[in-house]
């Protein structure tokens, strides 16, 4: 017999209880589901909705529920349809008709938007520090890299150099506006919308700010209609999830590139690459290629989650079971990309000699050649002529600018004098760019200043809300 069977004439068919069933992914869910119903049944004793033996009585059931969960004692069945069906039957076997006086005041409809939001709002935080930590091994790698010049790219062509911890640090910024989106969602996940029934409230006199403290919200969902229709923290965090990706797998591109022989500009590490089962040779950055191909997954259950909101009238519509796989894959797959990455980028081994022949081997001083002109009274706009004349002349003569005479300078511009040949190496051309936020030495070390105050407030944040879920 169904626990809501009273109105029904037959059995439901099987199939159906196949179709509709998510127990086998919300499972998932149980001990949130457990932690939801242990404030609610201790809200139903405070407010005197059922007695307090019986709520004990409950409470110790719960726990032993919990434990037999746990241990995959319990037998969680497709019949019973979902994981707060299935708990209020264990619940039963375990404490008898009692048992059904959990449900009092409260709904599927409300609990199953609970259980959603203690589910995130632990993964919120695990989250946000592992992309602190990925944030850290790339602060790690820029200390570490604060001579070692590569060419910048726009276009994927060889731009003006740049140093390859400034080009770290970006990355360290981007993922701090992850850090930000995380931390803002927080407050959309963090409220209770228990209480709320199955859609209009409850006729008995609960206490929806007592369950809310109980478990660590910050407030309530303020509309009853609202709270078990509203799933708009699930898209928020797939959303931000896809950002995540996206920042990986741009990076990913970036270390499957720098790799290759091609740019040979570093070289992973044996524990964090793989074989080939034909090419002995071989070496493939692996990880990073599949991070870079989860992106798909990831911006597909957004995508996913979207779709299937936009159509749904208020309020709770059996549609909205469609939020768990989508955002379970998509915790998983984040986790794992992240946890990966850390590692990854400070064991990756950088080729600064590579980096720096490339850069001498370019034009990307032209910029400096130019700028060097204008300070001698040149218009910028006649500058950029002459030395795209330069240039021309250098490749003709299959040089670069460095391998120029000083006659030849003069030959494009009398006003050229010795001191070029300093102002176009590499550290100078780097170091010129002495501008907030630009890649000169002091630049990048005051960046790599300003994120370790960044970390101390990610993980100050971390501590305070962590502590209280
Ligand atoms: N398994 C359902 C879900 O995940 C729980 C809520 C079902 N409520 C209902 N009235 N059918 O959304």
Same mark, same amino acid.
């Given at each position: 017999m169904k626990l809501w069977g009273g109105r029904f004439t037959k059995p439901t068919n099987q199939l159906v209880d196949e179709y509709t069933a998510s127990i086998n992914f919300d499972k998932k869910l149980a001990k949130y589901d457990i932690q939801g119903s242990l404030a609610h049944v201790e809200m139903l004793k405070e407010c005197r909705i059922i007695p307090a033996t019986d709520a004990d009585q409950i409470t110790e059931g719960l726990h032993? &529920?919990?434990?037999?969960?746990?241990?995959?004692?319990?037998?969680?069945?497709?019949?019973?349809?979902?994981?707060?069906?299935?708990?209020?039957?264990?619940?039963?076997?375990?404490?008898?008709?009692? #048992?059904?006086?959990?449900?009092?005041?409260?709904?599927?409809?409300?609990?199953?938007?609970?259980?959603?939001?203690?589910?995130?709002?632990?993964?919120?935080?695990?989250?946000?520090?592992l992309v602190v930590s990925v944030q850290q091994s790339l602060h790690t790698q820029a200390k570490l890299n604060l001579d070692t010049v590569m060419p910048g790219y726009t276009h994927l062509q060889r731009a003006q150099p740049?140093? *390859?911890?400034?080009?770290?640090?970006?990355? &360290? *910024?981007?993922?701090?506006?992850?850090?930000?989106?995380?931390?803002?969602?927080?407050?959309?996940?963090?409220?209770?919308?228990?209480?709320?029934?199955?859609?209009?409230?409850?006729?008995?006199?609960i206490d929806r700010q007592f369950v809310a403290e109980k478990l660590g919200f910050d #407030?309530?969902?303020?509309?009853?209609?609202?709270?078990?229709?509203?799933?708009?923290?699930?898209?928020?965090?797939?959303?931000n999830?896809?950002?995540?990706?996206?920042?990986?797998?741009?990076?990913?591109?970036?270390?499957?590139?720098?790799?290759?022989?091609?740019?040979?500009f570093i070289e992973l590490d044996d524990a964090f690459s793989t074989g080939s089962?034909?090419?002995?040779?071989?070496?493939?950055?692996?990880?990073?290629?599949?991070?870079?191909?989860?992106? #798909?997954r990831v911006f597909g259950h957004l995508v996913g989650m979207l779709t299937t909101l936009k159509g749904l009238p208020l309020a709770y519509n059996k549609d909205m079971q469609e939020d768990k796989e989508g955002m379970f894959d998509t915790v998983e797959t984040l986790k794992g990309a992240l946890g990966l990455f850390a590692p990854m980028i400070e064991t990756m081994q950088v080729k600064k000699e590579n980096m720096y022949e490339a850069v001498r081997?370019?034009?990307?001083?032209?910029?400096?050649?130019?700028?060097y002109l204008v300070e001698k009274g040149m218009p910028f706009r006649e500058s950029h002529a002459v030395v795209g004349?330069?240039?021309?002349?250098?490749?003709?003569?299959?040089?670069?600018?460095?391998?120029?005479?000083?006659?030849?300078?003069?030959?494009?511009?009398?006003?050229?004098?010795?001191?070029? *040949?300093?102002?176009?190496?590499?550290?100078?051309?780097?170091?010129?760019?002495?501008?907030? #936020?630009?890649?000169?030495?002091?630049? &990048?070390?005051?960046?790599?200043e300003k994120a370790v105050e960044l970390f101390q407030s990610s993980s100050e944040w971390v501590r305070k809300h962590g502590e209280n879920i």
């Open positions: 032993t &529920v919990l434990l037999k969960i746990e241990s995959g004692e319990a037998e969680l069945s497709e019949e019973h349809e979902d994981i707060h069906m299935n708990v209020e039957k264990l619940l039963i076997e375990e404490v008898g008709a009692v #048992g059904g006086k959990l449900h009092t005041g409260r709904s599927r409809n409300d609990q199953v938007a609970l259980d959603m939001r203690l589910y995130l709002r632990e993964q919120l935080i695990e989250i946000i520090q740049v140093l *390859f911890g400034h080009h770290m640090m970006a990355y &360290v *910024f981007m993922f701090q506006r992850d850090v930000e989106r995380l931390t803002d969602s927080w407050k959309r996940v963090n409220k209770s919308p228990l209480g709320a029934g199955a859609l209009a409230g409850t006729t008995f006199p #407030g309530i969902c303020e509309n009853s209609l609202d709270a078990v229709s509203d799933r708009d923290f699930v898209v928020e965090f797939l959303s999830a896809s950002l995540i990706s996206t920042h990986l797998s741009r990076l990913c591109e970036e270390l499957v590139q720098w790799s290759s022989a091609e740019f040979s089962s034909m090419m002995p040779q071989k070496k493939n950055p692996d990880v990073a290629e599949l991070v870079r191909g989860k992106t #798909g081997k370019d034009f990307s001083n032209a910029t400096d050649l130019a700028d004349q330069v240039v021309l002349h250098c490749i003709n003569g299959n040089k670069y600018l460095l391998d120029l005479t000083l006659k030849e300078f003069k030959s494009f511009s009398e006003t050229i004098e010795s001191d070029i *040949f300093e102002k176009l190496n590499p550290e100078a051309v780097v170091n010129a760019r002495d501008v907030a #936020g630009g890649t000169a030495r002091n630049r &990048v070390e005051e960046q790599i």
